[in-house]
C-alpha cells in the first residue's frame, strides 16, 4: 500500500466518523433545552458539517473518487458508522430517569466521541506529516483543535448537569422544561407556518403524552419527546405512541412553500435563505449542493426543498432532495 492511499483509508475513516458525529449531535440537540449546553451542541454541530465537508473535499482532492476500491471502502465506512448512529439516538431518548439524567447521559457520551475524534485526527496528522502530505496535516491539526475546545467545554459542563440530576432526583427540584427543547421549538417553528396545521399537531401531541402517561408516568416525557423529534426507530412502544404526531409533522413541513398543500392546511408558506442550514446557498452552483444535502436531517431538508421550488427550481437539486427525503438506496449511495 502507498502512503497515498493510507491517507484515503484515515481520511475515510475521519469522514464517516463526522458523519455519524453529525446524526448523533442532531438527535441530542432534538432533547437538550435551550441554555449553555443546548448552544454548545449547535455550535458543535455547525462545525461537524463543515469538518464532514473539508474531510470529503480533501478526499475529492486525492482523486478518491477515480479509485473505485477506495470509494467502495468509504461507503461501507460512512454506512456502518451511521446505522450504529441512527440506531443510538431512539435508546439515547429512553434511558436514565429524568431528563436531567439524559443530558448527563448524552454529554459523557459525546465526551467519548470527541475523544474518539481527537485520536483519529492525531493519527492522521502523524501519518500524513510522515508522508510528506502538509496538507492533509494541517487539515488534521485544524480539526482536531476544534475537538479539543469541544472536548473541554463539555468536561467543564459535566458538573453542571450533574447538579442538576442531584437537585432534581434527590432534592425534588426538577429543571428539565421539554417545551423549550430542540425538537419542541422545531415543531413550533414549522408549525407557525400554518395555524389549523399547528393546532392538530399540538393536539395530537398531547393525546399521545397522555396515552403514555396513562401507563408509565416516567416515559410520559420520553414519548413526548419521542413525537416532537420524530424519531421514527425509537422502540415499539414509543413508536406506536409517536407515529401520528411525527407524520403529521412530516406532512406539515413537506407542505412548504404550499405547492403540496394538503388539503389547505398551509397556504402560501415561504421559506428565506436565511432559514437554510446551508450558509450562502443563492451563491453555490448545484455541484457545491449536492454533497451538502447528504448531511441535513430531515426538517432541513424540508426547508432546502421548499426553498429551491420556490426560487431556482433546478431539477438536479430536487431529484437528490427527494431521493435523500424517501431513503431510497440511490440516495445513501450519492
Same mark, same amino acid.
Given at each position: 500500500?502507498t502512503?497515498?492511499?493510507?491517507?484515503?483509508?484515515?481520511?475515510?475513516?475521519a469522514?464517516?466518523?463526522e458523519?455519524?458525529?453529525?446524526?448523533?449531535l442532531?438527535?441530542h440537540?432534538?432533547?437538550?433545552?435551550?441554555?449553555?449546553?443546548?448552544?454548545?451542541?449547535?455550535?458543535?454541530?455547525a462545525?461537524?458539517?463543515?469538518?464532514?465537508?473539508?474531510?470529503?473535499?480533501?478526499?475529492?482532492?486525492l482523486?478518491?473518487?477515480?479509485?473505485?476500491?477506495?470509494?467502495?471502502?468509504?461507503?461501507?465506512?460512512?454506512?456502518v458508522?451511521?446505522a450504529?448512529?441512527l440506531?443510538?439516538?431512539?435508546?439515547?431518548?429512553?434511558?436514565?430517569?429524568g431528563?436531567?439524567?439524559k443530558?448527563?447521559?448524552?454529554a459523557?457520551?459525546?465526551?467519548?466521541?470527541?475523544g474518539?475524534?481527537?485520536?483519529?485526527?492525531?493519527?492522521?496528522?502523524?501519518?500524513?506529516?510522515?508522508?510528506?502530505?502538509?496538507?492533509?496535516?494541517?487539515?488534521?491539526r485544524?480539526?482536531?483543535?476544534?475537538?479539543e475546545?469541544?472536548?473541554?467545554?463539555?468536561r467543564?459542563?459535566?458538573p453542571?448537569?450533574?447538579?442538576?440530576?442531584?437537585?432534581?432526583?434527590?432534592?425534588?427540584?426538577? !429543571?428539565?422544561?421539554? &417545551?423549550?427543547?430542540? @425538537? /419542541?421549538?422545531? =415543531?413550533?417553528a414549522? *408549525?407557525?407556518?400554518?395555524? $389549523? #396545521?399547528?393546532?392538530?399537531?399540538q393536539?395530537?401531541?398531547?393525546?399521545?403524552?397522555g396515552?403514555?402517561?396513562?401507563?408509565?408516568?416516567?416515559?410520559?416525557?420520553?414519548?413526548?419527546?419521542?413525537a416532537?423529534?420524530?424519531?421514527? !426507530?425509537?422502540?415499539? &412502544?414509543?413508536?406506536? @405512541? /409517536?407515529?401520528? =404526531?411525527?407524520?403529521? *409533522?412530516?406532512?406539515t413541513? $413537506? #407542505?412548504?412553500?404550499?405547492?403540496?398543500s394538503?388539503?389547505?392546511?398551509?397556504?402560501?408558506a415561504r421559506a428565506?435563505?436565511?432559514?437554510?442550514?446551508?450558509?450562502?446557498?443563492?451563491?453555490?452552483?448545484?455541484?457545491?449542493?449536492?454533497?451538502?444535502?447528504k448531511?441535513?436531517?430531515?426538517?432541513?431538508?424540508a426547508?432546502?426543498?421548499?426553498?429551491?421550488?420556490?426560487? $431556482?427550481n433546478?431539477?438536479?437539486?430536487?431529484?437528490r432532495?427527494?431521493?435523500?427525503?424517501?431513503?431510497?438506496p440511490?440516495?445513501?449511495?450519492?
Amino acid at each position: 500500500m502507498t502512503g497515498e492511499a493510507k491517507i484515503v483509508q484515515y481520511l475515510n475513516e475521519a469522514h464517516a466518523t463526522e458523519v455519524a458525529g453529525v446524526q448523533t449531535l442532531t438527535a441530542h440537540f432534538a432533547m437538550t433545552p435551550r441554555g449553555e449546553y443546548r448552544d454548545l451542541l449547535e455550535r458543535h454541530l455547525a462545525e461537524a458539517r463543515e469538518q464532514a465537508e473539508r474531510t470529503e473535499r480533501r478526499l475529492a482532492d486525492l482523486g478518491e473518487s477515480r479509485n473505485p476500491i477506495q470509494q467502495v471502502y468509504g461507503i461501507a465506512q460512512n454506512a456502518v458508522t451511521t446505522a450504529l448512529s441512527l440506531t443510538k439516538a431512539p435508546i439515547d431518548l429512553l434511558r436514565g430517569s429524568g431528563g436531567e439524567e439524559k443530558l448527563l447521559k448524552n454529554a459523557k457520551d459525546e465526551l467519548t466521541m470527541e475523544g474518539l475524534e481527537i485520536g483519529t485526527y492525531d493519527a492522521l496528522e502523524a501519518l500524513a506529516s510522515s508522508v510528506g502530505d502538509e496538507r492533509t496535516a494541517v487539515l488534521a491539526r485544524e480539526i482536531r483543535g476544534q475537538e479539543e475546545r469541544t472536548f473541554e467545554a463539555l468536561r467543564e459542563l459535566i458538573p453542571t448537569l450533574t447538579r442538576a440530576v442531584v437537585a432534581a432526583e434527590l432534592e425534588g427540584q426538577p !429543571s428539565y422544561d421539554v &417545551t423549550t427543547t430542540g @425538537a /419542541a421549538d422545531t =415543531v413550533r417553528a414549522v *408549525a407557525g407556518r400554518g395555524q $389549523r #396545521a399547528a393546532e392538530e399537531v399540538q393536539a395530537e401531541a398531547q393525546e399521545t403524552a397522555g396515552e403514555v402517561a396513562a401507563g408509565a408516568r416516567a416515559a410520559a416525557a420520553d414519548v413526548e419527546q419521542a413525537a416532537t423529534a420524530t424519531v421514527e !426507530s425509537a422502540e415499539e &412502544t414509543v413508536e406506536e @405512541a /409517536a407515529e401520528r =404526531v411525527s407524520q403529521r *409533522a412530516k406532512d406539515t413541513v $413537506r #407542505a412548504i412553500p404550499g405547492e403540496q398543500s394538503i388539503e389547505g392546511e398551509i397556504r402560501g408558506a415561504r421559506a428565506g435563505e436565511s432559514d437554510l442550514a446551508i450558509a450562502g446557498y443563492d451563491s453555490l452552483t448545484v455541484e457545491q449542493i449536492l454533497p451538502k444535502l447528504k448531511l441535513l436531517p430531515e426538517l432541513e431538508l424540508a426547508k432546502v426543498d421548499a426553498y429551491e421550488r420556490e426560487h $431556482r427550481n433546478r431539477k438536479r437539486v430536487l431529484d437528490r432532495l427527494r431521493k435523500l427525503r424517501e431513503g431510497t438506496p440511490a440516495a445513501a449511495g450519492s
